[in-house]
């Protein structure tokens, strides 16, 4: 494979990533209604009219989202291989967070089937829409330890990153440890149906993703800074070599 198809391989990886996280803006927070999604305090006449309202954007949705989660493995394997480059031969911290990444993608992808199972069969009992609706936030948010395994693995690695041109700045090592740590307060949501920590409330939604949409974001963006990087210097190292080998000849 030649360097430039490696680089062009590269981009695309990090740019899943990138897509990865707009799928789920788009689709699963936009189109599936996820930005005031069923509350767990909902009575069953209100889970009903609910879904009545919003069943066609909400399949659609769901179904896109699960297309999208997808896009995460490569950005992942990505990270992985810059990961390794900073340990060396023994790469542990690279390949846990490969492994966290790729089952943060599993527990993400079984809660939008159960989702789109709740929605599939027009006459679903409310009941039924209930338990499986609550299952699917259980098992989508109270699994959040691997993506916390995945934000320790690489913010202790680009810590320890002491080339003279690290891939990150040091505050993007330590938010990524934070945005993991920030997940904690997900637990709550396993002892409460309103509030602060339900599903929807402040504590176990918008704070504990927004950080950690921020870090992926923004790490993506500085990927694609040294992707693009090299590929200027590895342009002018060519350049230089053939303007070399021209005077020679002359």
């Not at 339900?198 to 963006?221: D, K, Q, R, T």
Request: glycine share 8%.
């Amino acid at each position: 494979m030649t360097q430039r198809a490696q680089w062009l391989i590269s981009k695309i990886a990090i740019w899943c990533g990138i897509f990865y996280g707009i799928f789920f803006i788009v689709f699963w927070y936009g189109f599936g209604h996820f930005w005031y999604p069923i509350q767990p305090w909902f009575s069953l006449e209100q889970i009903t009219e609910w879904m009545d309202a919003n069943r066609s954007f909400y399949i659609f949705g769901v179904a896109i989202t699960m297309i999208g989660a997808s896009f995460h493995i490569p950005w992942t394997a990505y990270v992985g291989l810059k990961m390794a480059e900073v340990e060396g031969k023994f790469p542990l911290l690279a390949v846990i967070q490969i492994i966290g990444g790729t089952l943060t993608v599993a527990v993400l992808s079984f809660p939008l089937g159960m989702w789109l199972a709740v929605s599939y069969f027009p006459d679903t009992s409310p009941e039924i829409m209930r338990t499986i609706n609550g299952m699917s936030w259980l098992c989508f948010d109270m699994t959040y330890a691997l993506t916390t395994v995945q934000n320790y693995a690489f913010g202790i690695c680009f810590l320890m990153d002491k080339r003279p041109q690290p891939l990150f700045p040091r505050w993007i090592a330590w938010w990524s440890i934070l945005a993991g740590t920030l997940y904690l307060l997900i637990t709550g949501m396993a002892f409460t149906h309103s509030g602060l920590f339900c599903w929807y409330g402040a504590l176990a939604y918008w704070i504990p993703y927004s950080p950690w949409i921020v870090w992926f974001m923004v790490a993506s963006g500085y990927m694609i800074k040294d992707v693009n990087r090299q590929m200027r210097s590895e342009h002018a190292g060519v350049k230089e070599t053939e303007m070399a080998y021209a005077a020679q000849k002359e």
